[in-house]
Nanobody, 115 residues
Framework: QVHLVESGGGLVKPGGSLRLSCVAS????????MGWYRQAPGKERELVAQ?????????IYADSVKGRFTISRDNAKNTVYLQMNSLKPEDTAVYYC???????WGQGTQVTVSS
């Protein structure tokens, strides 16, 4: 069973940046699709970004974050990152890490964008 632990959320002003991290517990991490989702109050959970196991497949981004967010992974550290720049109030949500290894979710980390 893979366990995922997110970190890096917090309160940031509009236009600011945050970097989320997600550490996976199993060394097979490198073989699996990884992603970040988010859920705002009263809304359904939505895909933010997804990254394949190899560099041959380009990452996928939601239209709302293209050009502002970047997903990356460090297989040696079993870690996937989400760099978030030019944050907007509408980016406020709980962000969840997801692993294709057994369809596993992290516990979520709150991101609040407010002045």
């Amino acid at each position: 069973q893979v366990h995922l632990v997110e970190s890096g959320g917090g309160l940031v002003k509009p236009g600011g940046s945050l970097r989320l991290s997600c550490v996976a517990s199993r060394t097979v991490f490198s073989s699996y699709l990884m992603g970040w989702y988010r859920q705002a109050p009263g809304k359904e959970r939505e895909l933010v970004a997804q990254i394949g196991s190899t560099s041959s497949s380009p990452p996928i981004y939601a239209d709302s974050v293209k050009g502002r967010f970047t997903i990356s992974r460090d297989n040696a550290k079993n870690t996937v990152y989400l760099q978030m720049n030019s944050l907007k109030p509408e980016d406020t949500a709980v962000y969840y890490c997801w692993s294709g290894a057994g369809n596993v979710w992290g516990q979520g980390t709150q991101v609040t964008v407010s002045s």
